[in-house]
């Protein structure tokens, strides 16, 4: 493989995952790789493996010319920058710009699925960012990462505490996947060989409505939980009631509107196609992880 790949995000829950499947999965050489974060100095472990760590901002615009220096292929990991303000846009779109300054040859972006349609009021900073990578004339390979497991991990503890999950997603499907085979699935992306210009949808093995994701962590807990259809109205006020912050409702409560409507509904056989390897189940997930669910 020629030339150096830089891992934007590396302290970062998927950017250090991806870094460790380039290094032991998939066996690329340690100077092969460099990792970036605004804080290197939260890398000292994958610097102990013996892979440069590079300071990488993308909002320090200045800085991204010596970061991106050498590099033949970028995974750019979006942001958690969720304002509301087009913050992560106008992050991603520096990241592009410097890229094509510093004559980065291909770029690898982490998006989300079915940008183009989706309800989700983030959407559009993954939309664009596809958009300015396309525009920029880079050859690219796009991630549309399907919603991680571990996002249940945000809802679930309280709703089996109460035995009582309020959703507004109707018989909307999910494929969940979990964060450490979308990672195995883009080292391996980034790893192998690169044709042309590719976008892949990452999901798990199978998707499952509200109810089934219920039932799957009854199996895996022994907690009773039923779900509670509501309205998006409905869904929205019981959120203020219990104390999440304003700014973050609507996007929570597009989560589930996105859901109801089928926009990520999709299976797809991306993850083994690129890493040989398929998917864990949200059953397997669940019974590995049910200590996380405080069950
Ligand atoms: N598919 C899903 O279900 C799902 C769920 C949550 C988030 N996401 C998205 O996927 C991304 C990776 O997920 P994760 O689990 O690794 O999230 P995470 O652990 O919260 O990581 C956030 C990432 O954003 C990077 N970042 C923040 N500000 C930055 C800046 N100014 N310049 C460059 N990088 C910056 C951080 O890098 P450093 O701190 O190392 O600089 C870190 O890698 C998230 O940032 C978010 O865009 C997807």
């Known amino acids: 493989?020629?030339?150096?790949?830089?891992?934007t995000g590396a302290s970062g829950q998927l950017g250090s995952r991806v870094i460790d499947h380039l290094l032991s999965s998939l066996n690329v050489p340690a100077?092969?790789?460099v990792a970036g974060s605004r804080d290197p100095g939260k890398l000292g472990d994958i610097e102990a493996r013996g892979v440069e760590t590079r300071r990488v901002d993308?909002?320090?615009?200045?800085g991204l010319a010596a970061a991106f220096d050498g590099i033949e292929r970028l995974l750019i990991v979006s942001t958690d920058a969720l304002d509301g303000a087009g913050t992560r846009l106008r992050q991603h779109k520096a990241a592009v710009s410097a890229a094509k300054a510093a004559g980065v040859g291909r770029i690898f972006y982490t998006s989300m699925p079915n940008p183009e349609?989706?309800?989700?009021?983030?959407?559009?900073?993954?939309?664009g960012t596809e958009e300015a990578i396309k525009a920029s004339g880079i050859a690219y390979t796009i991630f549309r990462n399907g919603w991680y497991m571990e996002n249940l991990f945000m809802s679930l503890p309280q709703a089996l505490a109460s035995g009582q999950w309020y959703s507004s997603a109707g018989t909307g499907k999910i494929a969940h996947i979990a964060r450490d085979d979308i990672a195995r699935a883009i080292a391996a992306g980034i790893a192998g060989p690169a044709n042309g210009n590719v976008t892949y949808t990452l999901t798990g093995p199978e998707a499952h409505t509200t109810d089934e994701i219920a039932e799957l962590v009854t199996a895996a807990t022994g907690k009773p939980l039923s779900v509670v259809h509501v309205s998006d109205e409905a869904l929205a006020e019981g959120m203020a009631q219990a104390g999440v912050p304003a700014p973050f409702i609507p996007t929570f409560v597009s989560f589930d509107a996105n859901t109801r409507e089928g926009k990520i509904s999709m299976v797809t056989g991306d993850v083994k196609?690129?890493?040989?390897?398929?998917?864990?189940?949200?059953?397997?997930f669940l019974e590995a992880n049910k200590a996380?669910?405080?069950a």
Do not use: K, Y
């Not at 493989?1 to 891992?7: E, H, T």
């Open 58 to 62: 993308f909002d320090d615009e200045g």
């Open 1 to 7: 493989m020629a030339g150096r790949i830089l891992i």
């Open 292 to 294: 996380a669910l405080h």
């Open 273 to 284: 196609d690129l890493s040989g390897q398929a998917p864990r189940s949200l059953r397997t």
């Open 31 to 33: 100077s092969s790789v």
């Open 117 to 127: 349609d989706a309800l989700i009021t983030f959407a559009p900073d993954h939309l």
